[in-house]
């Protein structure tokens, strides 16, 4: 784990938990990887969550949001305490339930040009983040920025010029299933 761009309180916080794992793993962008971030062992604790999102916030505010958006399933908790730290409010983008992508729903707006600060749990592939960033574009919001708690892409993921912020960077390899070390070598699988 490479500690030289990650948060000293977040990088304590991620060791204490456990939340960083070891093994063989598919992670939801279908590439492999020998460690595995179970954010959910962090973000189990107020506290903790607390520390883990203060730099988001921080960068966050500069940039002068009105609103935290996240998508489900990490990004809720996480939406919801960088915007209590903003004190802003915080919504959600969910999988479209007519298509692929995400939209947002349950009767949260935007307003026309409304700044919206997108936050995620684990960046890998920027997927959701990118899929969260169209549903807020779709409902009418401007977003000005980008929040991670890790980036497992050590900075190689980029959104169309927003800014983005991490508590915490690993430079994690990852492998395409056909390719991977730890297939050839029999080790067991774990699906995330």
Not at 13 to 42: C, I, P, W
Not at 72 to 89: H, M, N, P
Not at 102 to 130: A, H, W
Not at 168 to 179: G, I, K, R, S
Request: with cysteine; net charge negative.
């Amino acid at each position: 784990m490479s500690d030289d761009a990650s948060n000293p309180t977040v990088l304590a916080a991620v060791r204490e938990t456990g939340a960083l794992l070891e093994g063989h793993f598919q992670l939801a962008s279908g590439v492999h990887s020998d460690r595995y971030m179970e954010k959910f062992n962090l973000l189990q604790w107020p506290g903790h969550t607390e520390d883990a999102c203060r730099p988001i916030a921080a960068a966050g505010r500069e940039l002068e949001p009105t609103t935290v958006v996240g998508p489900t399933t990490g990004g809720v908790i996480l939406a919801y305490e960088v915007a209590r730290q903003l004190g802003l409010r915080g919504i959600i983008a969910e999988r479209n339930p007519d298509g692929p992508g995400r939209r947002i729903q349950r009767d949260f707006r935007l307003e026309p040009g409304e700044r919206v600060l997108v936050v995620d749990d684990v960046l890998t592939s920027g997927g959701s983040v990118r899929d969260t960033i169209e549903a807020v574009r779709i409902a009418g919001g401007e977003p000005v920025a980008v929040g991670v708690l890790v980036d497992r892409s050590a900075g190689r993921v980029a959104f169309e010029g927003l800014p983005l912020h991490a508590s915490m960077v690993l430079d994690l390899a990852t492998y395409q299933p056909d390719d991977c070390p730890l297939c050839r070598d029999g080790v067991p699988l774990t699906v995330t």
